[in-house]
């Protein structure tokens, strides 16, 4: 999206002068924002004409290496914006503001592209899944009205705003981390009957050691998301770089129409694959449906 937007950029420049000015206007106001982070400020931002101008613009952009710039473009912004955009990131967003309706809506988005890609689990599991979370309101209201007030995911922290995690991940975060021995069970004990002592007796070891931490202080639960972490902020943005560096010097497919190649072996794709590959989700649909 870095390299889209160095795009975008570029073609401002021949453009229209008024959408140049447009765009540095909306840039300018968020930065300000960004440099005294204020709810009166993000509303102000908000209720400004600029940002849906500049969004019209850019999705506009968008279409064109989507539709008009050849194959490469076209995968990588199916990748971008149809798997990763709307369901990686919608699934993620489902769970941390306890969303069920875009919860499902993600789900939904992603079965034709699991069975597209031959993903057999996936795609024979969330087909029945689907199905039955559709029809909660007939068969279990009452579960559905829990789920609509975000019960399907945990929150752990009440300070910790955007934080609710998936339940499995719950019980990997919590119990079973608390329960880690190094090397595992088998360094634990090879005793299947005092292996499974230990395990009966975990959920009660993880809630002493979680009250322990809050007696000593030993553990701030109400802290900062990790990803917000100066640390973990300057390791992510030296990976988007060099990711940005090496396309930039092998083939940039924003800047000119390419067509299927590999981004490891640099090889064209054959005709019959890039077929495939163009007609992936509509192909997978068509297999959803009957299978379903």
Sequence with gaps: MRLAWAEFTRRLENSDPNHRITVASFLEQVDTLANNLK????????????????????REFLNHPRRNNG???????????DMVEEIVLGLLRASREGDWDLHLHSIRMMIPWCFAYDKVNYSRYLTPYFAQMT???????????????GSFSVQLASS?????????????????????????????????????RYYLTAEYQSAFLGQLRNMV??????????????????????????????????????????ELVSISTAKEAPRETATDLKTAHAVGDRCYAKFK
Excluded at 71 to 81: N, P, R
Aim: net charge negative; hydrophobic share 30%.
């Design 39 to 58: 709810e009166e400020s993000l509303d102000q931002l908000l209720q400004c004409p600029v940002p849906p101008q500049v969004m019209t613009m850019w």
């Design 217 to 258: 202080q030993g553990s701030n639960s109400e802290t900062q998301h990790t990803e917000l972490q100066s640390s973990k902020i300057k390791k992510d943005e030296l990976a988007v770089l060099s990711i940005v560096d090496l396309i930039q010097g092998w083939v940039n497919s924003f800047s000119e129409s390419q």
């Design 71 to 81: 194959e490469l473009s076209a995968f990588w912004m199916s990748y971008v914006t």
């Design 135 to 149: 029809n909660l309101s007939d068969k279990n209201p009452e579960v559905q009205k829990a789920f609509k007030e």
């Design 160 to 196: 910790n705003p955007f934080g609710r995690i998936p339940v499995d991940q719950t019980t990997e975060v919590t119990v079973n981390k608390d329960t880690q021995n190094p090397g595992g069970t088998t360094r634990f004990s090879l005793k299947p009957v005092t292996v499974q």
